[in-house]
Every structure is written in C-alpha cells, then in structure tokens.
C-alpha cells in the first residue's frame, strides 16, 4: 500500500465526495435558475427521439447495476442461495444489455451534438469537459465488463472493489482492497469519483431534479402574489442577456 | 360556490388592422434577447394562415389541451403523469425550429463598411441568430401576413382542412381578418398541469398563468401540453417563458403593453369573477358546443348581491369587486355577449375573448355595389356568406355557427342603427329588437366598443396601486432606483419619489382628460 494509493482511495474520494455535497447545496442556494438539463430537443428532434431515451434508460439500468453490485454484499445474495455464478452471470448479461443499450445512444447523442451546428454552437466548455468526463468513465466501465468480465472469464469485484466503495462511507476507507483490484476497475472508479467532483458544477444537476412528485400533484397548481421570495433564490439573479450573432457575443454570461 | 378573480382581455377583431404594433412593443418589452429570438408572447395571424408555430391548431399532432377519456373524464390530450414522466427524456409532441423558425438578422455592418468606390452593391446577408452562420430564411411568424403565398400553403390551415375545401384563396373570392394572440391565461390551464417540476403556476389573485423560472427544470411538456402553443421554450436557458400579461404593469395600474400601444383600440382588459369549485365541471361538458355556454355559467354576475357576499368571504377585496362591476370584459361577454371564447374545444377555459369581425361580410357586401351599412342587407349577407362563418366557427365556438350569426348580427345591427343616429335620420327601433336588444343597449355597447374611451377599455382593480410604489422599481426599461442598499426597495421617509411614479399618475390623467383644459399640467 504506497502512498499514492492512501492518497487516490483513502483521501481523493473524500475531496469528491465532499465537492459532491457541498457543491450541490451551494448550487442550490446559488443558482437555481441555471439548475436545468438544458435542452437541445429545439434545433433538433429526430435524432433526439431515440437516442436520448436510449442513453437515459440504459443509463438507469446500469445505475441499478452498480447499486446491487456495490451496495449489497456479496454475503447477502448468498445468504439468499445466489450463487456467485449465477449472480455473475446475471450481471454480465444485464450490464451488457443496460450498457450496450445506453453506449447506441451516447453515440447518437454525440453524433447529433456533433453534426448540428446549433448544438455544437450552444454547447458550452462547461459542457464539452463533462462530456469528456462522462465518457471517459463509461469507456473505463464498458471496457471492464468486456475485458475481465467477458474475456478473461471473470472478476469477483464483489470481493475488492465493493468492499472498498462501501467502506468510504463507514469512514474506514479498506484501501487495500482495491489497490490489489486489476488496474482498469481501479481507473474506472477513480474516474468515476471525478466525476462526482465536478458534478454538481455541471448540467448534470439535472439528474436530482427527476420530478417524481408529478405523480402526486394535482394538476393545476395556485400561489399567492404575496409570497416570498423563495429561500435559496439568487438575490442578483443571473440574467437574461440581450440578443446578439451568436460568435460576435460582447456581454458576459 | 368559490369566488375567484381573473384578469381577462377581449378583442374587437373588427378593429385590428395587422399592424403588428402589439407584437412588436411587446417583443420589445419582454423577449429582445438572446433564446427567444423567435419568441412572440403577443403575435398577430392572417386568418386563413398557418398560424405561429406553423399548423398549431392541429391538436392531432401537437396533442395540446385536454380530452375527455371514453368514460368522459377529463385527461391531458398528451397522456397522464405516468405517460409524461415516461417520455421525459424526449418529448414526442414538442414543436421544433423547423415549426417555429429560424431566428436571424442581417449583416447591416456590410452596408457601411463596404469599401469606397467598389463596383459591388453591398448587401445585407440574413445570418442565423443560432448558427451566426449565413442562412436562407424559409419561414418565419408572419410568413403568411395578408394571406402572402397563401394559394401555396392556404389549405395546409387546419381549420381551412376542418370546414372543407371550400375557402377559395383566389384574390377576387377570398377573405381575410387578423386575430391577435396572447397567452389566455386559462381557467384550466394544460400548461400548468403538464409541468411536472410544478413551476408553473396560476395566481391565485388574479388568475395570470406564470414559470416560476427558479424552479422550472426544462422538461418542456407545458410548451406541448398548450394547445394555443403559447409557453415558449428559451433555447439558451433551458427554460419555460410565457406572456405575463405584464403583470408589473398591471399591478401599478397600467394596461398591458399590446394593450397600450394598440393603434386600433381594440383590446378590452377587467376582471372576471368566476366559481372555481365549478371550472373542472365546466371543461367536462361532453357537447363542444356546449362549452362555451358552460364557461360562461360558471362567470359570475358581480352586480349580484349573493355573488359579492361570496365574493368578500373568500377573500376578494372591496376594491376588486368594484372593479369587476365595472369590468368591459365581463360586459361584453356576459352582457352584450359578443366576446366569444377562443377554440373552446381545447377544454382549457380560456380567458382572452374575442368580438368575431364582421368586416370580412361588410367588405363582401360593399364589394358587390350594395350598401354595406343597411340592415336588411347586412342580415342577408351573414345568412348568405356560409364560408366565413364556418370558419369563424371553427375558431370560437367549437364549430357552432349560431352563436357567431348572434353576435354578426348584433355588430350589424349596432352599425346600421349607429348610421340612422349619425345622419340625423328617425330611430328606427326595430333594429334593435331584430337583435333582443334595445336602443339604450345599442347605444351603450357603440359607446365602448366604437368610442371606447381608455378608462373605459382598461379597468384595472386599484388594490394593485397600494403595492405601486416598491412595484415601480421592477417595471422593465425605466426603473430609477433610489435603494441605498440591496434589498431596501421602496420610498421611505422623506426620499425623493421615484421619477416612474410621477410620470405614472401624469400619462394617467393625461389618457384620461376629456379635454386640454382639464390638465393640471399644461406647459
């Protein structure tokens, strides 16, 4: 265990983790009004109208794969009679699905953002690092489940990395775990805590503001002239700015 | 019974002249910037035309508006709160560039920057306002203004579709009017329910339908879920914007900015009071031809006693009840009943009203050498010129042409009786009666929708003005802020008062004087 690693898997996903929390709270008290997924379905939908869906819901699906193979131990399926085969093998099959499914649709996202030129022009270098960062991480992550988990037969994550990952939040970070993991696991989750890093500076807040209260609301919602300001709003709020050629911008965003 | 106010506005279309003033102070005022460059929160259409965005109307696609289920409940047209979470990630009803259009400018640079003594005539490239690149204009919000191209896209109209093909679109045959449009500002709003962030919302004072813009997340299922296509989407910051009905403006006494630089004098602001616990009830009604009778049912008379004892329990303060006695919008479509509502089909309840015009019948009539002001005439033509008003039809009364006859009718009764009185000849009260109405009536109604003198186009509830003097700071373009500090709005003490306020009450007196002699400040 050298230092490096007590710093990449012991001290580095606190920083993030950290960034991950406060920078959510400070841009919610800060900027709402940029609090947005920022559409691009106005200059074009053809393409958005499956891709986008696909790279969501596989998105999901893969999120739902990491929650039961980080979160739940291993000790847990087995108690349930899983055997780590048959839990393996599930996982590969669903992971590959989920993934296969979201990486069609990242690339006909990408592909669109690329090819149209107003979405190339609205897309901000905010966006175009995240981007960048995203797909990294989902590179490193496919790139695992086809190498290890595909091509060498296999890789009992369960037994290192999650460990790991579940011992960040007991405040007793089991950095040996994971710095005998195969490298490609350890890039893949270090990329990923980066991510947490940046992400509550970027469009993807977008993802804590799914509206599932929806579903309870009644339809037609009434408020009061009177009421306050709501707390957290930004007292200068950013403003709108006044319509210029776009490349011949003068006033600060 | 559950008495609520709402700020309404009706439209003389026999006034509106397409000059487009509206549509322009009021893109002035609120969306000269950047991500709503093709923004048009007021736009006026050439009826027959394709509309803004392109073939809005056409609910089969867009999906706007609500419908009622097989078992006769009411439910969004686009589908319910599961149905929307599940399309979250790509709206399948959502109007695109291509339906609204492009937003450009032009090279004006190129004019004056051109060098001296070129042989080449400098030209002023449109550029995209998107792409800043060069770019061929195709379509834009007016693209059909005066019926232009029409004999190309006329029949693409889906009203033109609904009655038939039997609107002719050769320039001896055809005829035209201009409808003006705005947010209505519904009683049942579909933009409202379609918000799944619920950052839209409708007020609870005064019924303006608003995006709560630090709450709203950008799903754009209000932009779809409106049938009048009338919440916008601001492409640069991802969210929702919609006619406020100049709610800055109103609060400090003032008419709405269309309503203000109106060069035809036709708009019509004042308040409704309506019974909430009654608006779903209202939509539910299964006959489309009904509907509008239903929305009027559920319009309360504020001269009536048990009406203004409701109206005081629940809240409505003294001032807004007196108001709302005086309001022209509920006199004109609750007491003249000429105001009717627009596409009363879309079960939204909407609150921006409309006098049909009979200009398309008087034109037609004139045309063909006969007296356009004479009763029987006028009476014969409405019976006779079934194209026009089916198509008006079509716009305000779910396609019941009856109602339309009625309030044509009156419009031709009220000119041919208005003639009699202006060359001096005897009152001829049968006029009046052809149309249930008496000359007192007639007379009355002339008043405001002919002369219709600015206090009595805009009854604005007062109660706003108390708040007036913090109000003033936030009107848009001419604020003179005296705060000290951040946060310490308002006059207080002996500060100076603000320059809008005095300039205020001044334009107010100055609109509202019968003469110059009346004016405290003559120069």
Partial sequence: MSGLDIFLFGVFPYICLTSFVVGHIWR???????????????????????????????????????????VIPQTWTEALGIHENVYHAFALIGGLAAGLVMLIGLVGLAVRRLKTPAIRLATTPNDKFMFAVLGVVIFLGLSVTVYWQLIEGGYNYRESVSIWFRSIFYFNPQISDIAAA??????????????????????????????????????????????ETEPGAALTPRGWEKSELPGQKTSKR | MRVMAQMGMVMNLDKCIGCHTCSVTCKQTWTNRTGVEYVWFNNVETRPGLGFPRRYEDQEKWKGGWKLDRRGRLRLKAGGRAKKLLSIFANPNLPDMEDYYEPWTYDYDSLVSAPAGSDDFPVARPKSLVTGKDMSIQWSANWDDDLGGTTETGHEDPIVQKIGDKVKFEFEESFMFYLPRICEHCLNPACVASCPSGAMYKRAEDGIVLVDQDQCRGWR???????????????????????????????????????????????????????????????????????????????????????????????????????????????????????????????TMPMVWYIPPLSPVVDALTETGHDGEDIGNLFGAIEAMRIPIEYLAELFTAGDVEPVNDVLRKLAAMRAHMRNVNLGQPVDESIAEAVDMTVAEIESMHRLLAIAKYEDRYVIPPAYEAAANSLLDELPGCSVSFDSEPGDRGVQGDAPIPVTIESFHLTKQRLEAESYEDLDYKQ
């Fill in chain 1, 182 to 227: 195969p490298l490609l696991f350890q890039l893949h989750a270090l990329s990923a805590m980066f991510l947490f890093l940046i992400w509550p500076y970027t469009r993807l807040v977008h993802v804590f503001s799914a509206p599932v209260f929806y579903l309870w609301r009644p339809y037609i919602v009434y408020r009061t002239r009177d009421a």
């Fill in chain 1, 28 to 70: 919610w008290k800060h900027d709402k009004f940029g609090w947005t997924a920022r559409s691009s379905e106005w200059y074009e939908r053809r393409t958005l109208r499956w891709a986008s869906p696909m790279f969501h819901f596989g998105l999901l699906g893969v999120i739902v794969g990491h929650f039961v193979g980080l």
């Fill in chain 2, 221 to 347: 299922m209000c932009v779809s879920g409106c049938p009048y296509k009338k919440v916008y989407f601001n492409h640069t910051t991802g969210k929702a914007e919609k006619c406020t009905m100049c709610y800055p403006r109103l609060e400090v006494g003032q008419p709405t900015v269309c309503s203000e630089t109106c060069v035809g004098r036709l708009r019509y602001l004042g308040l409704f009071l309506y019974d909430a616990d009654r608006v779903a009830e209202a939509a539910t009604v299964e006959n489309e031809h009904d509907l509008m009778n239903a929305q009027k049912s559920i319009l309360l008379d504020p001269h009536d006693p048990e009406v203004q004892r409701q109206a005081l329990a629940d809240g409505i303060a003294p001032d807004w009840l007196e108001a709302a006695k005086n309001s022209p919008v509920y006199e004109l479509a609750c007491k003249y009943n000429v105001a009717l509502p627009l596409h009363p089909e879309y079960r």
